[in-house]
């Protein structure tokens, strides 16, 4: 990172530099990933989120959940779970792999973590989320960060647990401008987002309806963030983070970048794991590049990396041929 810039904003005393930060989603923001959306500009990256009952049960066996290279960072890794004393002793063992942050989620709508005491669930217990953030800043020398919802349809109480936060503890807290029940779906509110800006000191991240490059200064504008979290917006478009529209991104850069992510998958997971994983991400790339629908299920369906990658060239070459205007001069990017 280059020093003479200003920071955004710090998790402790560790700087992060930029304003877009790539969203903790399970299923999708694991190492491959993280590392294609940090070299294109990701401020801070956070891990899919690991359950603290796996992490103290099974450590080893989690591990590649949590797995981050050292160019990587800042990065931070999610854990989620109920009980304060787990959550606890599996942020003591997360810490050994030295993250830069370890977040606790707060927001996950998932009916089966909610129904657990986990994720959103944690709202609705205010004094147990004090108990939590007390007891994990006193144990670590790692900051300890939250991600949370604006509350349920019946208890908004946003403003509360902001200030609970911080007051025991939080380095900083990343906010979804939805309520439980509005899963992903309705309008964010940003207006909330400002009000927990103006009720805390501590770094507020802003999240949600952040779906092109315009609407990151938007929500900082609106709000007073320091930063803007984007997450459903970046599956299959991680140019956003290089403040690029889908629009703007020419055919035969996504072509690259598939072919980049793929052999990510590949190195990380295994030739199986790899392709079955990356199906995913490839459904999000190839379904705004204009191919027909069972040209892109052909191509998804592929059991083998070489079929797959031989019918996606095959199809950008046909798309190549009708549009020649559009692949100009490009010079190969390199991730």
Same mark, same amino acid.
């Given at each position: ?14 700087? #992060? ?9 399970? !299923? ?55 009980? $304060? ?10 810490? *050994? ?15 089966? &973590?909610? @129904?657990?005491?986990?994720?959103? %669930?944690?709202?609705?217990? $205010? ?13 670590? /020398? ?10 349920? /349809? ?17 380095? +900083? ?8 029940? @509005? !899963? ?15 009720? &805390?000191? =501590?770094? &507020?991240?802003?999240?949600?309806? #952040?779906? +092109?490059? +315009? ?8 709000? !007073?963030? /320091? ?8 599956? !299959? ?44 991400? +490839?459904? *999000? ?6 191919? $027909? ?6 191509? =998804? ?18 798309? %190549? ?7 100009? /001069?490009? *010079? $190969?990017?390199?991730?």
């Amino acid at each position: 990172m280059d020093s003479a810039r200003t920071p955004a904003f710090f998790l402790g005393r560790v700087p #992060v530099y930029g304003d877009a930060l790539l969203a903790p989603m399970d !299923g999708f923001s694991d190492w491959p990933y993280r590392s294609i959306c940090r070299s294109l500009g990701a401020a801070l990256c956070y891990t899919e989120f690991v359950k603290a009952e796996f992490v103290v049960m099974a450590f080893e066996h989690i591990q590649p959940r949590m797995a981050f290279e050292e160019d990587e960072r800042p990065v931070i890794i999610q854990i989620y779970g109920d009980d $304060p004393d787990e959550l606890l002793r599996a942020a003591l063992l997360v810490q *050994q792999k030295r993250p830069d942050a370890i977040d606790i989620n707060l927001g996950c709508p998932d009916r089966r &973590v909610n @129904q657990g005491g986990a994720g959103a %669930a944690l709202l609705r217990q $205010p004094l147990k989320v004090a108990r939590i953030f007390r007891a994990l800043s006193a144990a670590l /020398e790692t900051p300890v960060t939250a991600k949370i919802r604006l509350g349920w /349809e019946d208890c908004r109480n946003y403003r509360l647990i902001a200030r609970i936060l911080e007051e025991n503890g939080a380095a +900083a807290i990343a906010v979804h401008a939805r309520t439980r029940e @509005q !899963g992903y779906g309705g309008a964010a509110d940003w207006d909330a987002i400002a009000e927990v800006k103006a009720a &805390v000191r =501590i770094p &507020v991240i802003g999240n949600g309806d #952040v779906r +092109a490059v +315009a609407d990151i200064a938007r929500m900082k504008s609106h709000t !007073g963030c /320091e930063a803007v979290m984007i997450g459903r917006a970046a599956i !299959g478009h991680p140019w956003i983070f290089a403040r690029l529209d889908r629009s703007q991104v020419p055919p035969e850069t996504a072509r690259q970048m598939i072919h980049c992510h793929l052999r990510r998958n590949l190195q990380f997971y295994g030739e199986r794991k790899g392709l079955l994983f990356f199906r995913k991400h +490839a459904i *999000q790339y190839l379904k705004h590049q204009g191919f $027909p629908r069972p040209e892109r299920t052909q191509i =998804i369906q592929q059991t083998e990396a070489q079929a797959f990658l031989d019918l996606l060239d095959a199809a950008y070459d046909r798309l %190549a041929s009708v549009r020649p205007a559009e692949r100009g /001069e490009e *010079q $190969p990017l390199r991730y």
